[in-house]
């Protein structure tokens, strides 16, 4: 029972907007009708500059890192500590303050593997980094980022996150479908371009 509140309250936890939040509150935007429409740190660093984009990377990551780090001090079970992060991921990415909407889950993903993998996690945040460098395009990056993870756990021995990680690896590629036809197609805009697109 008190493991079922738990998974509750961390999903309720991943629905907090920050960016919205954030965005309407500082600096007068909805990010849900500019840029990319995403209420993600990308699309408010594109709409209101890197301050609050990385205001939002911080509290997003923030909102899946505590609940899990919670969940691992009170129980042992990687099933459990697995159930928590994906019902904080839900949560971004079906907020209960959003009418079930939400954003594409990257920053949270990172928040959930800070307490549970953060050696893999920093290797994948070093390809996922590389790639944006290379690429310019942040959403190329995040899908590097969630198809590194669980390669990373694999080489690494820690199983018993890999359906986690396999699971958080489908939800991202889904959230980010509409960036992977635009890359397909050759019309996702790296993110500088963007940005000055949005301004
Ligand atoms: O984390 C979201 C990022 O991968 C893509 O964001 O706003 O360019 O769709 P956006």
Known sequence: MGNLLWI????????IPFGLVFARTFC???????????VGA?????????KWGVATLLCDAL????????AMSFSDSAFFH?????????????????GFKGGK??????????????????????????VIWRSGFVSLGSLTLVTALPV???????WKLLPLALVVMALVYWSHRENIGR???????????KHHDAA
């Not at 007068?28 to 995403?38: E, F």
């Not at 990308?42 to 890197?50: D, P, Q, S, Y």
């Not at 990373?152 to 820690?158: A, E, Q, S, T």
């Open 42 to 50: 990308t699309n408010v660093a594109r709409l209101c500059g890197t």
């Open 105 to 130: 889950a990257v920053a949270t993903t990172v928040g959930v593997f800070i307490p549970l993998a953060f050696g893999q996690l920093v290797l994948a945040g070093i390809a996922c980094l590389l």
């Open 152 to 158: 990373f756990l694999l080489v690494y021995g820690k």
């Open 8 to 15: 509750a309250i961390a999903y309720v936890m991943g629905s």
């Open 63 to 70: 909102k899946g890192a505590l609940p899990v780090a919670i």
């Open 28 to 38: 007068g935007v909805d990010p849900r009708t500019g840029g990319s429409r995403n």
């Open 183 to 193: 890359l397909a197609r050759g019309e996702e805009k790296p993110w500088q371009k």
């Open 82 to 98: 697995s159930l928590t992060a994906l019902a904080a991921l839900v949560g971004h990415l079906h907020s209960c303050f959003l």
